[in-house]
């Protein structure tokens, strides 16, 4: 029945999120009945409507500030609140503009309000790159049950950016070392970017990986070594067998020498 | 008037202190050892119908592009008025006019940058541009004071004056040195003299610290006439270029990043004595903003005195300020550029990680502080576990100090920062500048990652202490404006605050710490105090003595 919610959620969701990559416009969503996040937000959005006008119409209005990165972002105590969760959930749900998108679901684990459900199914319904990465990053300051599965999807993402984020995504949240299968699969990734993130999230859980892991060592992307040399090391890998590592205190990165030279100086 | 009485002093001065039999070298009014000039004829400058009363000190000026009489044109563009305070004069002593005999002569030409130079005498052009290079004629009865207009910045040019008799013989000739300021952006050393930030109405508590510690040496900009913009340390660079005639110019460099403060220069800073300038057009990237272009105070590297310091900037890879801005700084020479890897920044600028803070009790006269990680991390653990760390919990979801301890992944991410980038950055400080770790003040920070960075990946966690203004204000204490770091319980001071308490601690003696609360404006938003100030500094160094030999022989 979830599943049935669920689907029935995403294609609800998808006409006005699954715009084509250049941000064409989209209709809103319709509620669908039996949906579970998207009723109570709704359900929130009147009953604060009622109960909070002030303060539900300044959420309503908030406009996203320019960062200095010259991307956007919702600031301000009104964020810090958790009612504006279910308010930034509905306004996820009309917006049109991707850039406005990625800043709410930025915004929404700071409410700290409920948001952590919606995940999954507004990252299913989300056809811009960008506003997926967010999501996914969004997920650490998730419980493992709702993060999880939406990190595990986004490893599979079409766009490299969003399977990296899910990577580091999933090196930063307590539970990610129970995506240990899908960040190994990450491993032998076509884009450098995600392999070296998960690398890192293997490292960084503990996770011995070393067969899966030594032959990024000759891997031709720097950021690649790197991170597979720092995932041995904080593995014990490198105590066990150090001469993979040694051979990088020649690498032509300097990172990568750096670390390789600590290292071998530490098991001498 | 004064412009006048300047230069005569500096001319009869240089004319009388150069006996024959003496050497090359005498003192002038500008404060440092200036070789006269003698002519093509005479080596030992010696007229035969004169005496030495034909050798002129060097010109040492300043790009006259200002508009010092308001009619909507550069000063450059038109007749020296007596508005006009850019021009140095070139003045004929009473005894080199004397020295003509009738029938004489003076022929004027100029040579080397005669395009940046205009040769002005009693209102009419006589050569450079706009006139061509000569030679123009004067006669000696109509000889008299020359005003020397300069149209670029670091221009080098030579008038060659040629005394020619009625027979059409030379009898004697002098060559003037004629140089333009280059630009040379300033540094934190230097007394600061007005400052700017813009008020967005959220960002109050920082508006109100800057006006009642600085007064009316403070300016808040309306961010409702900027578009909310309130990175105004990205949008402009200042620069104040001295001339050696008391003129003073100063060039406000505008970043081709055109957000909010696009017009900001020319609406409030451009006028009399200050023009804006950009170099470079299109595509603007991060690295193109102003927080990414700092400079040095003045150092000694093997051997090579940079007396204004050199400038230095952010890159990725090949990515780093515009390529028009690179050149153009390093073809001013005095303040040779160097670049920093900010690859693993989100935002990607150098005041993130690095600043300069006076310190008169260090030999070199300041410290460069940096960021460190490790640092950070001794901070936050030196703080009680259980303590509520406030604005942090819903902001960055760390609600005590001991969720940030215990998030093996933070740690291990600043361990990176730190290993893959500070360490490497801290040692190209030291290459590039001459500095031991005697010179260093490292600060403690911590960063987190963050998602949908068209750059890097890395942003302050902890407000970044370092990313703070220089108020060294003339005879008033020298004051640091500085990021609050919040890290403390909701309600509790600055004095209960791990991080600032540790940051004030570590300063130099006799700075005044201010913290200024920039966290939902600023913090929030990716950049902190620096990124959100900018500041009108003096210029302290005269560049044709200090730099000479940066900027090389005529």
Request: glycine letters at 10%; one cysteine or more; a negative charge.
């Amino acid at each position: 029945m979830r599943s049935l919610c669920m689907l029935a959620t995403a294609i609800a969701l998808c006409v006005p999120a699954c715009a084509p990559e250049d941000g064409g416009e989209a209709a809103p969503a319709a509620i669908e009945a039996g949906d579970d996040w998207h009723a109570w937000a709704e359900a929130e959005v009147a009953r604060l409507s009622r109960e909070r006008p002030e303060f539900a119409a300044a959420v309503l209005a908030l406009e996203p500030t320019v960062t200095r990165a010259d991307t956007l972002r919702f600031t301000g105590p009104v964020v810090r609140d958790a009612d504006a969760a279910p308010l930034f959930l509905h306004r996820f749900s009309q917006e049109r503009d991707p850039a406005v998108r990625a800043a709410l679901a930025e915004a929404l684990p700071r409410t700290g309000g409920r948001y952590a459900d919606a995940l999954g199914d507004l990252y299913a319904a989300e056809g811009d790159a960008l506003v997926r990465e967010v999501l996914v990053a969004s997920a650490w300051r998730a419980p493992a049950d709702d993060a999880l599965a939406v990190i595990e999807a986004a490893l599979a993402d079409p766009a490299p950016r969003v399977r990296a984020t899910a990577a580091h995504t999933a090196s930063r949240h307590t539970d990610g070392a129970r995506l240990t299968g899908a960040l190994a699969e990450r491993l032998s990734d076509d884009a450098a970017p995600v392999r070296a993130a998960a690398a890192r999230a293997l490292g960084v859980h503990g996770v011995a990986q070393a067969a899966a892991l030594e032959p990024l060592l000759a891997d031709a992307d720097a950021d690649v070594r790197l991170a597979a040399l720092r995932a041995l090391d904080r593995t014990g890998a490198i105590a066990a067998d150090p001469a993979p590592a040694a051979r990088l205190t020649a690498d032509p990165d300097p990172r990568v020498r750096r670390l390789a030279a600590r290292i071998a100086s530490e098991v001498h | 008037m004064q412009r006048h009485l300047a230069a005569a002093l500096v001319t009869a001065f240089a004319a009388a202190c150069a006996a024959p039999g003496d050497d090359a070298s005498t003192d002038d009014d500008t404060g440092g050892d200036v070789p006269p000039k003698s002519d093509s004829a005479n080596p030992d400058g010696e007229d035969p119908r004169g005496g030495r009363s034909w050798l002129f000190s060097d010109v040492n000026g300043v790009a006259n592009l200002d508009d010092d009489d308001g009619d909507g044109l550069a000063d450059f563009d038109r007749a020296p008025s007596a508005a006009d305070d850019d021009v140095s004069v070139l003045v004929f002593p009473d005894t080199a006019l004397a020295a003509l005999e009738p029938g004489d002569t003076v022929e004027l030409s100029l040579s080397g940058d005669a395009g940046d130079v205009q040769i002005w005498l009693g209102g009419e052009l006589l050569v450079g541009d706009g006139a061509g290079t000569g030679p123009v004629a004067v006669g000696g009865d109509d000889l008299g004071d020359i005003e020397i207009s300069f149209g670029g910045f670091g221009a080098v040019a030579e008038l060659h004056l040629d005394v020619v008799t009625e027979g059409g013989e030379v009898a004697h000739s002098a060559t003037v040195a004629l140089r333009s300021a280059p630009v040379i952006i300033n540094h934190h050393l230097q007394p600061a003299e007005h400052f700017w930030a813009v008020s967005v109405g959220s960002n109050g508590a920082f508006i109100d610290t800057y006006e009642s510690v600085l007064g009316d040496r403070f300016t808040a900009v309306s961010g409702f006439r900027y578009g909310g913009d309130v990175w105004i340390q990205d949008e402009i660079e200042f620069s104040a270029l001295p001339g050696d005639q008391g003129q003073r110019l100063d060039v406000v460099i505008d970043s081709i990043r055109n957000r909010g403060l696009a017009d900001f220069a020319r609406d409030m800073l451009v006028g009399p004595g200050t023009i804006a300038r950009t170099w470079g057009s299109g595509f603007a990237t991060t690295y193109d903003s102003f927080g990414n272009l700092e400079a040095s105070p003045p150092v000694t590297v093997d051997g090579v005195e940079y007396p204004f310091g050199r400038a230095y900037y952010g890159r990725r890879g090949n990515e780093g300020i515009h390529p028009a801005v690179a050149a153009f700084l390093a073809d001013q020479k005095v303040q040779k550029p160097f670049a920093l890897d900010t690859t693993w920044l989100c935002v990607g600028h150098v005041d993130e990680f690095s600043s300069f803070v006076p310190d008169p009790s260090s030999p070199k006269g300041f410290k460069l502080l940096i960021a460190d990680t490790q640092l950070g991390w001794d901070v936050v653990q030196s703080a009680p576990a259980g303590m509520s760390i406030g604005r942090y919990g819903p902001d960055h979801g760390y609600f005590t100090a001991g969720d940030l301890i215990d998030d093996r992944e933070l740690e291990a991410f600043n361990d990176e920062i730190q290993a893959d980038y500070l360490d490497p950055i801290l040692a190209t400080f030291k290459d590039e500048l001459g500095l031991t770790e005697a010179d260093v003040i490292r600060v403690p920070a911590l960063f987190e990652r963050v998602a949908g960075c068209r750059a890097g990946f890395a942003v302050a966690l902890v407000p970044g202490t370092v990313n703070l203004i220089v108020a060294n204000v003339p005879g008033e204490p020298v004051r640091l404006f500085v990021p609050d770091p919040h890290f403390r319980p909701s309600g509790a001071g600055v004095s209960e605050d791990v991080f600032a308490q540790d940051f004030a601690a570590r300063m130099p003696d006799g700075l005044e710490v201010h913290f200024v609360d920039n966290w939902d404006t600023y913090h929030l938003n990716l950049g902190e105090v620096h990124c959100g100030t900018n500041v009108r500094r003096t210029p302290t160094e005269d560049w044709w003595t200090a730099a000479a030999h940066l900027l090389g022989g005529q």
